[in-house]
């Protein structure tokens, strides 16, 4: 299973495979078409609780990945987060973010599941 993690502002690469946006809002300043976007499941980000509680530096990386398995673990996640895991058994799946450091968000997080 080939799931990777990218910043939405990088330039799409063949092996990317199906490209899923996993942020809640559109990037600043990216055009639809430049991002080459494939799926974008909304309901499988933080909740905004949740993103304003990491970002106040209130919490730990680790807590926050706790609570966004938990939130991941919800009813209304479990039939987007089937359909992401059937893409990646089909081939490559990148998650795509425009946070600074993805191997510090929420993307890892789901990434690191997709992988399980």
């Known amino acids: ?18 490209r899923v946006l996993v942020d809640r ?8 078409d430049a991002a ?20 106040t530096g ?3 990386y680790e807590e926050f990945a ?3 398995e938990a939130e991941l673990a919800a009813p209304e996640a479990a039939e987007p987060l089937d359909r992401l895991r059937a893409l990646t058994d089909e081939g490559a799946v990148t998650l795509l973010t425009s946070v600074k450091t993805p191997e510090r ?6 990434a690191r599941l997709l992988r399980a």
Do not use: C, F, I, Q
């Not at 299973?1 to 199906?18: A, I, Q």
């Not at 968000?105 to 789901?110: D, E, K, R």
């Open 105 to 110: 968000s929420h993307a890892s997080v789901l």
């Open 36 to 55: 080459r976007v494939d799926e974008w499941p909304k309901a499988l980000t933080p909740s905004a609780e949740l993103r304003r509680w990491y970002h």
């Open 58 to 60: 209130e919490g730990s």
């Open 66 to 68: 706790r609570r966004y």
């Open 25 to 32: 809002l559109w990037p600043r300043g990216l055009a639809k």
């Open 1 to 18: 299973m080939n799931v990777r993690v990218r910043r939405v502002y990088e330039p799409p690469e063949p092996d990317d495979g199906v």
